[in-house]
């Protein structure tokens, strides 16, 4: 039998000491590897939704599409718990087709995710705005409705969770703009009409809940050629002010995006006309609680608008800039509906400084050949990171009645981060091809997760099968 010298715990502790001297202070920022949280060769997932806190509680939902009849729905969820592995699929809603819609999540620092959707009921005319909640370590409950059903077709609403479990919903309805709100002990009051329609239209209202508990509103008014950008403040006390436009008239908006940092700085930015394509304006809000004039920051061939405001105030856009147009003869050859046009697209940044004035907008990172296009932007509460994800392709495609898409089986995500310092990493490819785009959230650490739809075994006209994947982002 073998036998060795014994080491001296002397010597071992002088060893480990040498070693932890020469071992990097910090270990390297990095994305782990996909995991699939639910596959199948029968539903096609669509609109996936991710949250995470503080201390790693994190939560992913998504809605699921039969596709062999066309005749069933529903909304799946997982959730991770810190220090836990991701938990089975849970099936939160199984019904027939036109089932809930518009997902979004929240979670606050308690580890308790809230999930928000719009649900059309059987034989109604209209849907009305639901919630689910999921307190850490619990069950999701049933939905609970916060009004009753509209009467007209499926409402647009935004959503925001503070970390003390506070909340908000507002959504838009025939008649007016209603919101409901959730105190800090999980208690929400019914959704009321706060602004009533006395002529015109009001759509895709915005919402931004301060940490005083003042509300930031804004949304667009009116409709095709005449649709212009609106916004109101409400104090913590239920004082409102004034509402006040901020585009003209006479000009048609739309793609409006709303984002602030709960500390009183605030972003609006919106597509301006153009079928499918227009220019990007913004405002930031300024000292007096008051959006500032628009400024224009493109040139006028942009869409897939997407906003994000630091802990210092320092406001980002991301957008699509078309670049150029291919041939006819490039365009792909795909079963399904035959494409317009392809257009060669680039994302760009823009960025404001708290006190000072719009930078010139910058493509970010791709290779030669490639369009990058769907970005998406997050930032964290108490620090001044950001993260941004695009996905990449050979090219974006232009369908009859303004749907865009992309060759699925060249498509893939990539993201980037910015740390505290304003410096943007080097992106890196988070997910397989033939996928995206991402939906992501971002904690104050920076640590973040990503989720999007996976189509695996390409094969024409349809995939084998459709997974949804979640990564995750640890700083460096």
């Known amino acids: 039998m073998a036998t060795g010298r014994l080491v001296s715990p002397v010597k071992l502790l002088s060893l480990c000491a040498v070693l932890a001297l020469l071992a990097p202070d910090d270990a390297p920022a990095q994305w782990s590897a996909p995991r699939a949280l639910a596959s199948s060769r029968v539903w096609a997932y669509v609109e996936v939704a991710v949250a995470r806190d503080d201390s790693g509680t994190q939560a992913v939902a998504w809605r699921r599409e039969e596709t062999l009849e066309a005749a069933l729905d529903g ?11 991701w938990s089975a699929t849970a099936v939160l809603s199984a019904t027939r087709r036109d089932g809930p819609a518009s997902l979004h999540l929240g979670i606050d620092d308690r580890g308790e995710a809230l999930l928000f959707w719009q649900n059309a009921l059987p034989n109604r005319p209209g849907a ?80 931004l809940l301060e940490r005083d508990g003042s509300l930031v509103l804004a949304w667009i008014r009116g409709r095709s050629h005449s649709a212009y950008v609106q916004s109101l403040v409400i104090g ?26 709960g500390r009183g700085s605030a972003l ?30 493109s040139a006028g061939t942009d869409r897939e608008l997407v906003t994000a405001v630091d802990a210092s105030g320092e406001a980002t856009v991301l957008f699509t800039h078309v670049v150029g147009v291919r041939r006819a003869d490039q ?12 257009d060669v ?27 990058t296009l769907h970005p998406t932007v997050a930032a964290s509460k108490d620090a001044n990171r950001l993260l941004a ?16 898409g992309w060759p699925t089986e060249a498509a893939r995500d990539e993201a ?29 650490t920076g640590k973040a997760t990503a989720a999007w739809i996976a189509y695996k075994s390409q094969s024409k006209p349809e995939p084998s099968f459709v997974t949804v994947e979640v990564a995750e982002y640890e700083p460096g």
């Not at 007016?176 to 239209?201: F, N, S, Y």
């Not at 913590?236 to 995006?257: D, F, H, K, Y």
């Not at 740390?419 to 904690?443: H, K, R």
């Open 389 to 404: 994800t695009w996905t990449q392709a050979p090219f974006s495609v232009s369908y009859s009645g303004g749907n865009q």
């Open 268 to 297: 609006l930015a919106w597509r301006r006309s153009g079928p499918g394509f227009g220019l990007v304006e913004a405002s930031v809000m300024g000292r007096k609680r008051r959006f500032e004039r628009p400024v224009q920051l």
């Open 128 to 207: 009305r705005p639901e919630v689910l909640s999921k307190p850490l370590g619990s069950r999701w409950s049933r939905p609970s409705p916060l009004a009753r059903p509209g009467n007209g077709e499926s409402e647009e609403q935004s959503i925001a969770v503070l970390p003390d479990g506070r909340a908000a919903l507002v959504f838009e309805r025939l008649g007016g703009i209603w919101l409901a709100r959730r105190a800090a002990d999980g208690r929400w009051q019914q959704a009321r009409k706060i602004i009533a329609v006395h002529e015109g239209l009001f759509n895709k209202p915005q919402l």
């Open 236 to 261: 913590a006390s239920g004082r409102r002010g004034r509402i006040r436009t901020l585009s003209p008239v006479n000009r048609a908006a739309s793609e409006l995006r709303l984002s602030g940092n």
């Open 416 to 444: 980037s981060t910015r740390d505290s310092a304003g410096v943007w990493e080097a992106p890196t490819q988070i997910s397989p091809l033939s996928s995206g785009p991402a939906s992501i959230a971002i904690d104050r």
């Open 345 to 371: 697209t680039a994302v760009q940044l823009v960025t404001h400084t708290p006190d000072g004035d719009w930078d010139r907008p910058r493509a970010v990172p791709s290779p030669p050949g490639e369009s």
């Open 75 to 85: 909304v799946e969820a997982a959730t991770r718990n810190p220090g836990a592995p």
């Open 331 to 342: 365009l792909p050859q795909d079963a399904g509906e035959a494409p317009t046009r392809a």
